[in-house]
Structure formats: C-alpha cells, structure tokens
C-alpha cells in the first residue's frame, strides 16, 4: 500500500512569507506527528495528534508554527512569517494508533528561507 | 539536554565488517528503543527496535544489545554490505509516544 506522502518535495521561500506543508498519512493510521531535521542532526519532534486534536504540541519552537489536521487524515504544517532559522526538513510520520510503537516516516519537505 | 547521545558521528568500514554504533539515554521512563536507517533525500526507516525488558534482539545480519543497568544500547552490523551504507539513527520512546533521536552515524562501507 501507499506509504506516507508530503507535499511540496522542496520549497523555497522569502523571509516573512506563509508556507504551508501537506502530509498524508498513510490510511486508517489514526497517530500523526511531525519532526522537524536540520542538517546533520537527527528528528526533533514538533507535534502529534490523536484522530483530529493536538494531543502534545510542546515541541513547536513558538508560535510562528501551527498545525492542523481537521478530519483526522491529512494534516497540514503552517509557518507564519517564515526565518531562515526555520529552513529544514520537516518530516511526517504516521502509526496505526497511538500505542502502536512504529511510526512510518514520509521522505519529508525540504524547505529553505532566503 | 540532549537525552539520547550517539557515537560515532561517522563510521567507516570494509565489506565483510562489523559495524557498531552506540548510544546512551538518560531518562528511565524511556521503554522502547528503536533504530531507524535513512538514505540521502529519503525519510528515516525502521531498521530494528528493542524493550527494556530484552537484553538483546536479532533480525538478520542486525542484532540490538541492550544493557539497562548502564542505559546504553548499541547496533550491531555484521557483513556490512555497501549497500548499508546510510545515516543511522537510534532513538527512544516513553509514555508521551514522542521519538527523541541521537544525531545520527554516517556509516560508509567500503566495497
């Protein structure tokens, strides 16, 4: 079956501007969460959900970032006034519950601030 | 507070090798341990993974020690292909299902 997708590959953004980023899950899995990984170093987690609500988003690194996922199923990364502090990969994962231990990863979105 | 160190940083070896990467966890509320293998432009993948309540677990030519006594868990490649070479990672999980990562080994094998 389809494994999880992520939507854009890559994306290159200005200081300041909006981006918005897709993940797919893989389906019926109900757990989202999302990583974020910079060069060299391993994931750092942002946040996770549980069916529709954010059930641990102390991960976010302030309120520039959000996230949402409002029928339970595809879940999209928001930044607000973008830094080039936040350039990245920003990876999403998916598990068939909450207890289930594996998370399946997508290959990520690359995402570079000028 | 970086909770789960990794060492090295970069591994080489020749095919036919062993190649082990270690790590070491600080929090005792850790109850799984995973190690997750990533190719350039591709996300992490789940290699092999561990309880605490094993003290060493064995897929293949892949085999995780765990000693939980001194919170430290080590991969163990035996018949390194070059084909495995790729970044990995371990990794650890509690009772809030958040993964906490080390910072990963370039592991190289030489044909």
């Known amino acids: 079956g389809a494994g999880v997708s992520q939507t854009p590959s890559n994306k290159v953004t200005e200081k300041g501007k909006y981006v918005e980023l897709r993940c797919d899950p893989i389906?019926?899995?109900?757990?989202l969460y999302w990583y974020r990984q910079s060069l060299g170093q391993g994931p750092e987690f942002l946040i996770y959900?549980?069916?529709?609500?954010?059930?641990?988003d102390s991960g976010l690194p302030n309120d520039r970032f959000f996230a949402v996922r409002p029928e339970g199923s595809v879940s999209t990364l928001k930044i607000q006034r973008t830094e080039r502090g936040d350039s990245a990969v920003y990876l999403c994962?998916?598990?068939?519950?909450?207890?289930?231990?594996?998370?399946?990863f997508g290959p990520g979105t690359r995402l570079t601030v000028l | 507070q970086q909770q789960v160190k990794q060492s090295p940083q970069s591994l080489i070896v020749q095919k036919g090798g062993i190649s082990i990467i270690n790590c070491a966890y600080e929090?005792?509320?850790?109850?799984?341990f995973p190690w997750y293998q990533q190719f350039p432009g591709k996300g992490p993948a789940l290699l092999i993974a561990?309880?605490?309540?094993?003290s060493e677990k064995k897929e293949g030519r892949f085999t995780i020690s765990f000693n939980k006594s001194a919170k430290q868990f080590s991969l163990h490649i035996m018949d390194s292909q070059p084909g495995d070479s790729a970044t990995y990672f371990c990794a650890a999980r509690g009772s809030n299902y958040k993964l906490t990562f080390g910072k990963g080994t370039l592991l190289t094998v030489n044909p």
């Open positions: 929090n005792t509320a850790f109850d799984y």
């Open positions: 994962a998916s598990s068939r519950t909450i207890n289930d231990n594996e998370q399946f």
């Open positions: 959900f549980q069916g529709t609500g954010a059930a641990d």
């Open positions: 561990i309880r605490p309540d094993v």
């Open positions: 389906s019926g899995h109900t757990a």
